[in-house]
């Protein structure tokens, strides 16, 4: 059985669009979707540097454009789709619950929105590495701090305040270290909420299909099957806590055999390779890897 998953914010890098421009229908494609959202996707997807792409109003775009872009390339059919974060509006996407337009007019709003709210009190994260998740999690909690994200394969990423993560870092769980990460904000907790309503407004004018593929929810790594709910609970995961762990569970216990990560592909790959071993695993970084990628998908059951 083959699940086809899709990044999260953090994923993105300089030129991430350019091999996939390099087809024409997808340069098209990209074009309109630019100015459609009123985001010059195909300039900062090729040339932009790292810290203009670190922007969130500009990364999530952007990831999800490239996801959309590599999925097209890609040309099979998944048994089910989950996205980590902004990777969940991909993947609603990829099950038809909602247009491609329409995913790339949601992620501008939800990149703008979620900036707005970062900017309002200076807050970040920090990666924990290694250790007991229950001790992880404790100390996280002790701290003042939020687990936004429970990425299993022994990473769990801490949010809020600057101070509070400095002494986490000073005085981190047995067994763990503390890497902050570059990021504008505290995700996924409740230092987004300003950024709720206006996407929920956004979502709730948009018009839903019920899934066409089993999609996996992030809020607790179950199976969703109205297109309407899990739109409702991608605009509430803005600022609650993702477990992405429950999602590779939910992978592992339905019985898929083989994983292909959309572009910019790497980091949940590697997540799964740790958390799932037995569950194979492919990267589709650039179009390079499109045949041996369709070769994998068809081992794995794909239409």
Not at 47 to 55: N, T
Not at 232 to 242: F, K
Request: net charge negative; glycine share 8%.
């Amino acid at each position: 059985m083959l699940a086809i998953i899709a990044a999260g914010q953090g994923s993105q890098s300089p030129a991430m669009l350019s091999a996939w421009l390099k087809d024409s229908t997808l340069r098209d494609t990209c074009a309109a979707w630019s100015l459609e959202i009123g985001v010059d996707l195909l300039t900062l997807g090729t040339s932009a540097g790292a810290e203009e792409i670190k922007d969130t109003a500009v990364a999530q775009p952007l990831i999800v454009a490239a996801g959309l872009l590599s999925f097209k390339a890609l040309g099979v059919t998944p048994t089910v789709v989950a996205g980590h974060s902004v990777g969940e509006i991909t993947a609603a996407s990829l099950a038809t619950i909602i247009s491609e337009i329409d995913a790339m007019k949601i992620v501008t709003a939800r990149g703008n929105e979620m900036a707005k709210a970062a900017a309002i009190t200076p807050a970040g994260m920090s990666a924990v590495l290694g250790g007991e998740r229950e001790a992880v999690v404790a100390a996280i909690t002790a701290a003042g701090l939020v687990a936004a994200n429970e990425n299993g394969g022994g990473q769990i990423v801490a949010a809020g305040s600057f101070d509070a993560l400095e002494k986490l870092a000073a005085n981190p769980p047995e067994g763990a270290r503390v890497r902050a990460l570059a990021v504008a904000g505290a995700f996924h907790t409740s230092y987004m909420q300003p950024a709720i309503e206006p996407l929920r407004a956004l979502v709730a004018a948009t018009h839903t299909h019920d899934p066409v593929a089993a999609i996996i929810s992030n809020k607790e790594g179950a199976q969703v099957s109205s297109g309407r709910e899990f739109m409702d609970r991608i605009v509430s995961q803005i600022a609650n806590p993702v477990r992405w762990d429950l999602c590779m569970s939910t992978l592992k216990s339905m019985g898929v055999t083989g994983v292909i990560e959309l572009a910019p592909a790497g980091t949940l790959v590697g997540l799964l390779k740790r958390a799932e071993p037995s569950i194979e695993t492919f990267a589709l970084k650039s179009p390079d890897d499109l045949d041996a990628a369709q070769i994998f998908a068809a081992n794995h059951g794909s239409k």
